[in-house]
């Protein structure tokens, strides 16, 4: 079963990004695709929201979580290091 969410993840796009207003806040969504060597395919979840304005700057909060499937449909958490580039 999961070996056919392999394939259905591997025809998702690379990158897909959407914003969406939340209590007067923009947080942005985006979920990124990437192959490894073996085939294996990883997903990562960022979601970014923006605050408002204070003293002339804009901050925000990022986060991220992901996962890797194999060709044979094992699924493994990725780990916070490989998250870093995310956050």
Request: without cysteine; charged residues 25%.
């Amino acid at each position: 079963m999961n070996s056919s969410l392999h394939e259905k993840l591997k025809a998702l796009s690379d990158f897909v990004n959407d914003t969406v207003p939340i209590d007067y806040q923009a947080v942005q969504f985006t979920t990124y695709r990437n192959s490894t060597e073996n085939d294996d395919i990883e997903i990562v979840l960022q979601v970014s929201i923006q605050s408002r304005k204070r003293m002339g700057l804009s901050f925000a909060q990022v986060s991220a979580d992901g996962f890797r499937i194999s060709p044979n449909g094992e699924i493994q958490t990725l780990p916070k290091e490989a998250l870093y580039d995310y956050t």
